[in-house]
């Protein structure tokens, strides 16, 4: 038996349906919007640690110039000497005007991550790199002000790596964050992004 419902009593059913996803998707976009807006808003601020060199550095100390800013740590097996090598070569690209941009590498890992063991590890990439690390209140904090996650995960003999954020961050001369910096493309293409901000 084909039993059919009379166009009367289907449209109000199709009406009601529609009427559900709209409401659905407007309150989905109230509370992403809701999410989105503050954490973007909310990305840097106040932290004080110190560089490979035992010297001080802060927010502060990032005014004046743009700056790219990463996460991570130097036992990291990939990610983190793949994008420092991408950061050096867009800092080569950049020649003379590199001088008037930052680029920070912050440890995730400042049990392990000294300023001496930071100083070796990035002896292996350009100069212009400054790594930051200091006690694990100091990076707790750093890691909070930018929303980076990092999390330890042991591992059978006893070591551990660290789960971390992975993105670059450009921050502009004023030290607020501009947009996360995609190193994906040519080292030219990045120096002529990042000269936009110099």
């Given at each position: 038996?084909?039993?059919r419902?009379?166009?009367?009593?289907l449209?109000?059913?199709?009406?009601?349906?529609?009427?559900?996803?709209?409401?659905?998707?407007?309150?989905?976009?109230?509370?992403?919007?809701?999410s989105?807006?503050?954490?973007?808003?909310?990305?840097?601020?106040?932290?004080?640690l110190?560089?490979q060199?035992?010297k001080?550095?802060?927010d502060r100390d990032?005014?004046?110039?743009?700056?790219?800013?990463?996460?991570?740590?130097t036992?990291c097996p990939?990610?983190?000497?793949?994008t420092?090598?991408?950061?050096?070569?867009?800092?080569?690209k950049?020649?003379?005007?590199?001088?008037?941009a930052?680029?920070?590498?912050?440890?995730v890992?400042?049990?392990?991550d000294?300023?001496?063991?930071m100083?070796?590890?990035?002896?292996?990439f350009d100069?212009?790199l400054?790594?930051?690390?200091?006690?694990?209140a100091?990076v707790?904090?750093?890691?909070?002000?930018?929303r980076v996650?990092?999390k330890?995960?042991?591992?059978?003999?006893?070591d551990?790596?660290?789960?971390?954020?992975?993105?670059?961050?450009?921050?502009?001369?004023?030290?607020?964050?501009?947009?996360?910096?995609?190193l994906?493309?040519?080292?030219e293409?990045?120096?002529?992004?990042?000269r936009?901000?110099?």
């Amino acid at each position: 038996m084909n039993a059919r419902l009379p166009a009367s009593r289907l449209l109000p059913l199709v009406a009601a349906f529609l009427l559900g996803l709209i409401v659905i998707f407007a309150v989905v976009i109230h509370i992403v919007g809701r999410s989105a807006g503050p954490a973007l808003a909310a990305i840097g601020g106040p932290f004080q640690l110190e560089d490979q060199n035992g010297k001080p550095f802060s927010d502060r100390d990032m005014k004046g110039r743009p700056h790219l800013v990463f996460f991570g740590y130097t036992h990291c097996p990939d990610i983190c000497p793949t994008t420092l090598f991408e950061l050096s070569e867009l800092i080569k690209k950049l020649g003379p005007d590199g001088d008037r941009a930052g680029v920070i590498f912050i440890t995730v890992d400042p049990e392990r991550d000294t300023p001496a063991v930071m100083k070796d590890y990035l002896s292996n990439f350009d100069p212009h790199l400054r790594g930051l690390t200091g006690d694990p209140a100091a990076v707790a904090a750093a890691l909070k002000v930018y929303r980076v996650y990092a999390k330890k995960v042991p591992l059978k003999d006893g070591d551990y790596t660290m789960d971390h954020t992975a993105v670059v961050y450009l921050m502009d001369k004023d030290g607020r964050f501009v947009a996360p910096f995609n190193l994906k493309q040519t080292p030219e293409a990045a120096a002529n992004q990042l000269r936009r901000y110099l």
